[in-house]
């Protein structure tokens, strides 16, 4: 363990470039080319074993180690965002409308560098790592769902997991037993009207007063017909009606996107948006189209390997505090690998300590201080082979 520790020392400059290679190499989900033959070409100068088209494009690469055990596996995402980017520095996107603006590139040279040093001391780990390397998590249905149908976690006893969290400080590491990150849900609705003359409203049925009747009734799904001593969101993105200025809009399209951790208050809010919208249209006399998506289902932390994860990162030096947070209600297709085997989805805190404030994810000047990344890789490697060491057969 402490060669592990030492050994993650070393090579931080190498998780460094990395990270900015990727950075600066950017592909969006689902069009995930160079990026995966970048991992498993690294994997493979290794000598681990390596899979690749996983699912569709993700990439597996097995450790065996030098003695027999049980198996960890060890999860990061590689995709990027439609987003441009506005940082000025030496490693800013080349690619024209695209970035790494959720730490995606931070998670996939955590990985590679650690494994990277696991490899070094192969022979005295009892058991074998799992290291799946995904695509496509910004997107639903995302990449976790097929990768497991197409094997990544047989023969896997357990699987551990972090995201680099920007507005979290660097030192920190959140854990949370049970939801730790909410279902992603989608919505889309086309409201019909009859367009008219805007001096003339009476001739017409105007979508967008409609719509904007609707989206302001809207919360009170949440306020009113959600238990308050429940958690949820809906929130709307997305109101387009374009149209002259002096025509009354005969159509509206919205989109937008709800967040829960029950089943039950889940099932609710995708049948009281159609109830309100369909009542809002009939009092219009306007009609509808609604479509709802099942994104991501809920985070699930496993109790057991999260106390044991917590413990783990106490006893690491760059760890400064180890927190119970809140749950998220941001979304992550981790979970579907939580649904399969045991494990825990933590957040390392990577927030610069002189920054006055952090950018949020998905945001066009989102960095974060990739010293956090050494902390992830402690942590993930630490809790690897103490659970390893533990359960060796």
Known sequence: ????????????????????????????????????????????????????????????????????????????????????????????????????????????????????????IKEEIAGDIVFIHQFAEELAPGGAKPMIEDGCLDGVDVIFGTHLWAPTPLGEIWVRKGPIMAAADRFEITIHGMGGHGAEPHHSVDAILIASQFVTQLQSIVSRRVNPLKSAVVSVGHFEAINPFNVIAGEVKLAGTVRTFEEDIRTLIENEIELLLKSVCDGAHATYEYKFTRGYPPVVNHPEETEFLASVASQIHEVQDVIECDPFMIGEDFAYYLEKVPGTFFITGAKDPSWEMAYPHHHARFNFDERAMLTAAKTLGLATLEYLTTNSK
């Open 1 to 120: 363990m402490e060669h592990l520790l030492t050994g993650l020392d070393k090579e931080f400059e190498e998780m460094v470039s990395i990270r900015r290679y990727l950075h600066a190499n950017p592909e969006l989900s689902f069009q995930e080319i160079h990026t995966p033959a970048y991992i498993a070409n690294y994997h493979r100068e290794l000598g681990l074993e390596v899979r690749e088209g996983v699912g569709g494009r993700g990439v597996v690469a097995t450790l065996r180690g030098g003695k027999p055990g049980k198996t960890v596996a060890l999860r990061a995402d590689f995709d990027a965002l439609a987003i441009q980017e506005l940082n000025d520095i030496p490693y800013k996107s080349k690619v024209d409308g695209v970035m790494h603006a959720c730490g995606h590139d931070g998670h996939t040279a955590t990985l590679l560098v650690l494994a990277k040093v696991l490899n070094s």
